[in-house]
């Protein structure tokens, strides 16, 4: 990973809760990435995650070929913090202060713990913030595209009929539910998993199967879609999965890229997941920041059928993975 270009942290003054701006890479345009607001154990735990979650925005843009860079925002709330609306909204507002002092060089989009009602407020102090709600000229949720974006990914590295196949998502969040959605409908047997227990009556009740997150990743499956949190393919996991296909849209999935070479060992596709994950910051740059119109906005995001096929003929050509060739894409776009 190359060196950042700016991190600056700060504690909000209305707030009193530390928010943190990461600039990966203007090389190719200004940074974008999403604005994540969860609990850290410690500051340094969320300064490790705006580091690697903004240096992975600079190379899903680059494969994605938009002229922007990475960067990513974390406002780290602390173990069991609770926030009232109006808590909420103060270090919102501190943020934008934040976000509004890199002058463009950083535009935040929503992400883990935020959503478009958020990107809102943020717009109070600073224009740049994306995926507002289609009430005030914006393209609300990236989840749909997002979503779209790992199906294009799977069509690539799997064009076989989807009907009675068996598809293990993890994660029933909002990717998940859409992807969950697509791929019923297109015949396969939707088994799903979330730490969250309540999720399990939603899933059930729409038809699809259930398992125990513990187990979920491990489990028997054509496809394995992660779409929960980073991190949770280390090398144990990755002897112990039992499919052919992993493409997902969990930003950071491996815990380091020796992973990939793993997977790949066992005879394990694993599409990166910053290039099957690219689908929402497509959509939503291409009509927030370009202008273009839906079908225009929806094709780049299909596109990412051809570049999976392009990374896998080349890496089946070069005997390499498809990580290593999405990376070199990504260096060569970058210089
Ligand atoms: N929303 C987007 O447009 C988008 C774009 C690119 C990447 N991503 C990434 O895709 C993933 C899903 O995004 P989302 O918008 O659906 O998020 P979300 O917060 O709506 O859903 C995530 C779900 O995962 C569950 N979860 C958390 N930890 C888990 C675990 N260990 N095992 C199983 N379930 C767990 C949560 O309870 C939640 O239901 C995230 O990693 C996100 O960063 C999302």
């Not at 883990?112 to 289609?134: H, I, K, N, Q, W």
């Not at 064009?159 to 015949?187: E, K």
């Not at 993975?321 to 894409?329: M, V």
């Amino acid at each position: 990973m190359t060196a950042h270009e700016e991190l600056i942290a700060r504690r909000g003054r209305r707030s009193g809760v530390t928010t943190m701006v990461a600039v990966h890479s203007t090389r190719l345009g200004p940074a974008v990435g999403g604005c994540r607001m969860k609990a850290y154990a410690n500051l340094e735990q969320a300064v490790g995650d705006v580091l690697r979650l903004s240096a992975a925005m600079t190379a899903k843009c680059a494969a994605a070929g938009l002229a922007f860079g990475g960067g990513k925002s974390v406002i780290a709330l602390a173990p069991g913090q609770v926030l009232t609306p109006e808590e909420r909204r103060a270090v919102l507002l501190d943020h934008a202060d934040l976000v509004a002092e890199l002058d463009g060089r950083y535009r935040a989009g929503p992400d883990v713990g935020t959503g478009p009602a958020d990107m809102l407020v943020l717009r109070e102090a600073s224009p740049y913030a994306f995926c507002v709600p289609e009430s005030a000229g914006g393209t609300g949720s990236s989840s749909g595209p997002t979503a779209l974006g790992v199906l294009a990914a799977l069509r690539a590295a799997d064009p076989a009929d989807l009907a009675g196949r068996r598809v293990m998502i993890s994660g029933y969040g909002a990717v998940g539910a859409h992807l969950a959605a697509h791929l019923r409908t297109a015949g396969a047997e939707v088994v799903v998993s979330d730490v969250d227990p309540a999720k399990r009556a939603a899933a059930e009740a729409a038809g699809l199967g259930w398992a125990e997150p513990e187990k979920a990743l491990v489990l028997p499956a054509d496809v394995l879609i992660p779409a929960a949190v980073g991190g949770v393919l280390d090398p144990e996991t990755a002897a112990r999965l039992e499919v052919p296909l992993v493409v997902g849209p969990a930003n950071n999935q491996l815990t380091d890229e020796t992973v990939a070479d793993d997977l790949a060992a066992r005879g394990i596709r694993w599409i990166p997941d910053y290039v099957a994950s690219a689908g929402g910051i497509l959509y939503t740059l291409s009509r927030e920041a370009e202008g273009l119109d839906h079908d225009a906005a929806l094709a780049r995001v299909e596109a990412i059928e051809q570049t999976v096929t392009d990374l896998l003929r080349a890496a089946e050509a070069n005997g390499t993975t498809p990580l290593r060739e999405a990376d070199a894409l990504v260096r060569a776009r970058l210089a």
